[in-house]
Structure formats: structure tokens, C-alpha cells
């Protein structure tokens, strides 16, 4: 009843997707898929500004004049407020779709003290308790509340909903209010096309973007996508299981972008290669290569990174060194490596002997695992298990698929030993 009271509230409000229907996929979770074929380059999903939901009143410019984060707190801001109204039974003119979106948060603003503490991924909780305090914090900071106003937490639980959707649902892009003017980074909820669920592939099968010709948001195929087929486009770039779970509470079955941690930083790697060296060559390094010049070397490194950082305004990347679920090893750590290895390899290839090193790494952590991977799976898949239960095993299952697939794809060390 809810899903057509808000298909007939799209059809007034001048939303088009005649060849897409709303369905629920395998996993419960809702999605858009085709009808009928719609062809690469066609336009499937039409969301009128007017429809969309913005920190503004309606018929307003979208967003307003200001950008970044105060534009991103009203959005919050008029989502709770839309939701308070809906909750008090006034007249609120976006009543039907708020019918059909969540009303717990999504993500890690759900998220229980049971649920928190069963992680086992380090820095999961920590990452999930400081956006609570962020999120709890904007709260009586955005509506002028205090805690003696809300004593039994009411308006702040429906404030960690709204967050959570907006962030969850809504969609980001750079918009201008006309052409050349200039385009600021703009959240706003456009309904009936946030149902599109994300897809990790490179390029999913469709897109978003704004039209100015239309006044609307305009969602096309990057494909030719036949009936049946699901809908998907993408959340953002390089998303990790961690991105996933904590700010959207999903995992993906497959994820390139996913990441499995080999060293805990760049003075752990090095007193690592001179440790193992002698297991990997058959003998013990050079005098010019002791675990002082290693570390001495790494913390190099981190000193000539900050001040490239400075330079260039990057974000200081995690201490911890990363592979990625497609074989795509940190380059710290490759650069590491191949700096280290020059100090005992003369005239031969020190970014292949340092990609034997990684593959090295990689054997050893596959054999911390107790259980095969088949194993993993069958314990994964039996039975319902709870959003920890089943991250921790999906975890587990991901990482030694990752370690396993740079292992493959780095130089066999196998063949190093016997150089």
C-alpha cells in the first residue's frame, strides 16, 4: 500500500522511470531493474528539481548559495525536520516517500553496543564511535537543543535516522544553479532513483547527472541493460568493505576496492625484510643492511611523504599497509622494498624482488588461517547470521581471498630462493 501511495506520489511530482520497477532483491534490501531494453545512453530515471529533496524549502535553488559542510547540515537539518513533522501527523507534502524509506538508522549510527563489540576488525569500533559522536554532537549543535530538552533521547535517535539516510541515500555531485556559474559540491535526496543500489565494478551499468535542459536528475545506461536486469550505479570510488558496513550496512559479495592489511606501518616492513631475509635468499644480508638502517630508511620514507603532503595538500594516508582484493599492493610498500633491496641485489630487478618479498608476506599470512577458504564459506552461508557474525566471517573469507590473489600475481619467490 505504502509502495503505491508513493509510485502515484512520483507520478505527480513529475518522476519518470517508464522502463524500470521497483523489486526486492535476494538480501532483502529494495532495487530499481529494467522492464523492458533500454538502450546505452538512454535516459531510465527522471527526478525533477522540484522533487528533490534539499536543505531548501521546495521550489528554492538547490542548496542554496553557501557550500561544503553548512550546506550538508541543512541537509540533515530539513530531512529531521520533514520527519519530525511526518512523526507528529502534521501535513508534511513528503509524507508518501517517507512512508517507504527506513526508519532505523542505517549503518553504523544503528549499530548496538553487542553489535559494536563483536567486531573482531581492528578499527572498526573505534571508526564507528567517532562518527556517532560526530553525528550526536552536530545534532544539539545544528538544532540548539540540549539534552535536558531531550531527556529520553527521542529527537536525537530521529536525528541519527536522517543522518544516516541523507548520507546513505542521498547523492553528491558538483552543481551549478546555471550554466557557468560556479558549481558547488551539492547532497540532496532525489526519490524513486535512491533505490539504485551500488555496484563495485569500474563502470556500472548506469550513471547519474545533473540536466540543466531538463531542470532534473537525469539517470542513463553506460550499457545496453536488458529486462530483467538490475539497475546499479556507484556510491563512490574505492569503496572497502569498512566504508560499506559503517556509513551504508551492506557488504558485497565481491569487492575489488576491499583491502587486507600486511604490515601495521612502514618500520614494521622493514625490520620484517631483514628478519626474513635469510628465509628468503638463503643467507644472511650484507653488513650495509641491519634492522637500525632499515628503520632508519623507513622513517626516510615518512618524513620525505609529509613534506610531499604539505606540498600537495594530500591526505595523510593510514599506518597500516594495505592489498587490495585486485592484487593492487600499497606503493609505500613496494617503494620500501625496492630501497631496501638495493643495498644487497646488484644488476637485477628490484621492483620484481620486492613483489617476491609481498608474495613472501602473503604466504605467511595464509597460513595463519585456520579453516580453508571452502570452509569459511559453508560456516558463512549456514544459516541467518547477525550483521558481526556475518562481517567478521565475510572479513576473513575477503582477506585470504585478497592475500591469495596478490600471492599469485606477485613474482613467485619460490624461484627467488633459488637464485
Not at 505527480?12 to 529494467?34: D, V
Not at 563512490?236 to 551504508?248: H, I, N, Q, T
Not at 594530500?314 to 610498500?333: A, H, K, S, T
Not at 643495498?343 to 588461517?369: K, N, P
Amino acid at each position: 500500500m505504502a509502495q503505491e501511495k508513493f509510485l502515484n506520489w512520483c507520478n505527480s511530482k513529475g518522476i519518470a522511470a517508464p522502463k524500470m520497477q521497483i523489486f526486492e532483491t535476494a538480501n532483502g534490501y529494495r532495487g530499481l531493474r529494467a522492464t523492458e531494453m533500454i538502450k546505452e545512453g538512454e535516459v531510465a530515471v527522471v527526478v525533477p528539481r522540484e522533487a528533490c529533496l534539499t536543505s531548501e524549502d521546495p521550489g528554492s535553488e538547490l542548496d542554496g548559495q553557501d557550500s561544503g559542510g553548512k550546506a550538508t547540515t541543512r541537509m540533515y537539518l530539513r530531512l529531521y525536520n520533514e520527519m519530525c513533522t511526518h512523526a507528529l501527523e502534521r501535513a508534511s507534502a513528503w509524507a508518501p516517500y517517507l512512508d517507504t524509506i527506513p526508519s532505523r538508522p542505517v549503518g553504523a549510527l544503528g549499530f548496538d553496543e553487542d553489535t559494536l563489540s563483536a567486531f573482531q576488525h581492528a578499527g572498526l569500533s573505534e571508526r564507528t564511535a567517532t562518527w556517532s559522536a560526530e553525528v550526536d554532537a552536530l545534532f544539539w549543535e545544528a538544532t540548539g537543543l540540549t539534552p535536558r530538552e531531550d531527556p529520553e533521547g527521542v529527537l536525537l535517535a530521529r536525528w541519527r535516522v536522517a543522518v544516516s539516510l541523507a548520507h546513505s541515500r542521498g547523492m553528491t555531485m558538483e552543481h551549478a544553479t546555471a550554466p557557468g556559474a560556479v558549481a558547488r559540491n551539492q547532497l540532496f535526496m532525489a526519490p524513486l532513483a535512491d533505490l539504485l543500489n551500488h555496484s563495485a565494478e569500474y563502470i556500472p551499468n548506469f550513471a547519474w547527472r545533473w540536466s540543466y535542459e531538463e531542470d532534473a536528475l537525469c539517470v542513463y545506461a553506460n550499457e545496453d541493460v536488458h529486462p530483467m536486469e538490475e539497475a546499479f550505479i556507484s556510491y563512490g570510488p574505492e569503496l572497502s568493505s569498512d566504508d560499506l558496513v559503517v556509513f551504508y550496512g551492506f557488504l558485497l559479495p565481491e569487492n575489488p576496492h576491499d583491502k587486507a592489511w600486511v604490515f601495521d606501518s612502514l618500520c614494521h616492513a622493514a625490520e620484517w625484510l631483514v628478519e626474513y631475509f635469510a628465509d628468503m635468499f638463503r643467507r644472511q644480508p650484507r653488513s650495509g643492511l641491519d634492522t637500525t638502517v632499515a628503520r632508519a630508511l623507513a622513517q626516510q620514507m615518512l618524513e620525505e611523504r609529509e613534506i610531499e603532503q604539505k606540498l600537495t595538500g594530500e591526505v595523510d594516508p593510514p599506518d597500516r599497509l594495505y592489498i587490495r582484493q585486485d592484487g593492487e599492493v600499497d606503493d609505500r610498500l613496494e617503494e620500501l622494498f625496492e630501497r631496501l633491496l638495493e643495498y644487497e641485489i646488484d644488476d637485477q630487478d628490484v621492483y620484481t624482488m620486492g613483489r617476491g618479498c609481498i608474495g613472501f608476506r602473503c604466504g605467511q599470512l595464509l597460513q595463519t588461517y585456520s579453516t580453508s577458504l571452502v570452509e569459511d564459506m559453508s560456516i558463512l552461508y549456514e544459516g541467518e547470521q547477525s550483521l558481526s557474525d556475518d562481517y567478521n566471517k565475510q572479513l576473513a573469507i575477503k582477506h585470504r581471498i585478497t592475500i591469495k590473489k596478490t600471492l599469485s600475481e606477485c613474482a613467485d619467490w619460490s624461484d627467488l630462493l633459488r637464485t
